[in-house]
């Protein structure tokens, strides 16, 4: 199951984010195609699964590769909710300093 499923996760980033689901890793597009630039933004080297989490003006806030399980899906939305990303430093910064 994935960990965005599990209820502790879901509950709060049901409450939190407004998700999309996209999976661009069989996606090969022609680099006039104006989605191009959106995935070379957001997910350069087609990795899967990716998490990425926007502001209201769409600027990258925080992001995740690779697989989540609950403790890091429950710390990455407290990343973004408490704003830790204003402080400097990305989630995985913030995700080694809260365990060390």
């Keep these: 199951?994935?960990?965005?499923?599990?209820?502790?996760?879901?509950?709060?980033y049901s409450k939190h984010?407004?998700?999309?689901?996209?999976?661009?890793?069989?996606?090969?597009l022609d680099p006039d195609d104006p989605r191009h630039e959106?995935?070379?933004?957001?997910?350069?080297?087609?990795?899967?699964?990716?998490i990425v989490i926007l502001d209201a003006n769409g600027k990258e806030v925080a992001r995740n590769r690779g697989k989540l399980e609950v403790d890091s899906a429950l710390l990455l939305?407290?990343?973004?909710?408490?704003?830790h990303y204003l402080k400097g430093g990305d989630f995985a910064a913030f995700r080694k300093a809260q365990k060390g």
């Excluded at 994935?2 to 502790?8: A, N, Y």
């Excluded at 984010?17 to 090969?28: K, Q, S, T």
């Design 38 to 50: 959106m995935v070379k933004r957001h997910n350069p080297q087609k990795l899967r699964p990716v």
């Design 77 to 83: 939305d407290r990343y973004v909710t408490e704003k």
């Design 17 to 28: 984010y407004l998700g999309a689901h996209a999976d661009f890793g069989d996606l090969d």
């Design 1 to 12: 199951m994935s960990v965005l499923k599990k209820p502790e996760v879901s509950a709060k």
